[in-house]
């Protein structure tokens, strides 16, 4: 794995870098055609909120599922980019006083410390609108058909049944804490929904057969519940300065984890389990697996 986990690191970077630059063409100061002014505090808001660090895991995924799958790169880049514009807005407003009330992302002050509330809001919505531009828009070179089909997934994977749905349990979690259950479909919901678009989408970009958009989509879930476990540990386990946010909120305000429910020892078993599941899920795929496989290892032992 060692080998595999050097390119995997390779191409996460590299990734990244491509993200980076095309969000940062992406949110220029000159209008679009039919777009009438793009106001300087908004776009500077937007540009922060997306371009202040981060691993770009989501578009990534994005890019390897649909290489594995012989997809358009660009393409994939494209539909990563407006991947990553939902993911940051998400992380805008969760930081707000009125969610999780936070100062520091990334080790930097969020989006409402650094400008005000009401454009982090305004930001958040911006970032979450531009998304379906930019998978709709000409320069992303992929059918109709297919366009369509992203922008539905990713509708359902960010909204009422998928991450904006998950956040509201989770809010809810503080004053009553689920069970076992509720718990696993708020993480699904929240954090895994995001993470099995990114999958799935690989399979969408290549127009590839329904078998590969299932075993795609149920290897993102299972990353997903991974991500989540993982992050739940480093909530207890990690420190601020290492993480880049606030660490142990979760069991200052009350709110059932799994780990809290079940155990550490359960819990790190439980994210092996996981990652050998999704190991299985690309085992046809033979050696053109390897990347997306380092990186549900990746997700698993990461350290912040």
């Not at 599922?65 to 997809?71: F, N, Q």
């Not at 958040?124 to 992203?150: H, Q, R």
């Amino acid at each position: 794995m060692d080998a595999n986990r050097d390119t995997f690191e390779t191409r996460l970077k590299n990734n990244a870098r491509e993200i980076e630059a095309l969000l940062d063409a992406l949110l220029s100061p000159s209008a679009l055609s039919d777009e009438i002014a793009r106001p300087e505090t908004l776009r500077d808001a937007m540009h922060y909120a997306v371009l202040n660090g981060g691993k770009r895991l989501r578009p990534f995924l994005v890019v390897e599922s649909a290489a594995l799958l012989g997809g358009d790169a660009e393409a994939a880049l494209r539909v990563g980019a407006a991947l990553e514009c939902v993911h940051c807005y998400s992380l805008v407003h969760d930081d707000l006083p009125a969610m999780d009330d936070d100062d520091l992302r990334r080790g930097k002050p969020t989006v409402h410390i650094k400008f005000d509330e009401a454009t982090a809001i305004l930001a958040g919505d911006s970032l979450l609108t531009y998304a379906f531009d930019i998978i709709a828009a000409p320069e992303t070179t992929l059918a109709d058909t297919s366009k369509a089909s992203l922008v539905l997934a990713l509708a359902r994977a960010a909204g009422l049944g998928g991450m904006a749905g998950g956040q509201a349990l989770d809010l809810a979690a503080e004053k009553q804490a689920p069970d076992e259950a509720g718990i696993i479909r708020l993480q699904a919901m929240k954090t895994g929904a995001l993470i099995r678009f990114a999958c799935e989408a690989g399979a969408v970009i290549s127009a590839s057969q329904p078998e590969d958009r299932r075993r795609l989509r149920a290897f993102g879930e299972k990353i997903g519940l991974a991500f989540q476990l993982a992050d739940d540990i480093l909530d207890l386990t990690s420190d601020t300065a290492t993480m880049g946010k606030a660490t142990g909120k979760d069991a200052a305000r009350g709110k059932g984890t799994l780990v809290a429910l079940r155990g550490m020892e359960w819990a790190e078993a439980q994210l092996r389990k996981h990652v050998r599941d999704a190991e299985a899920l690309l085992a046809p795929y033979g050696a053109r697996g390897s990347t997306l496989i380092a990186a549900a290892h990746f997700i698993a032992d990461r350290k912040s």
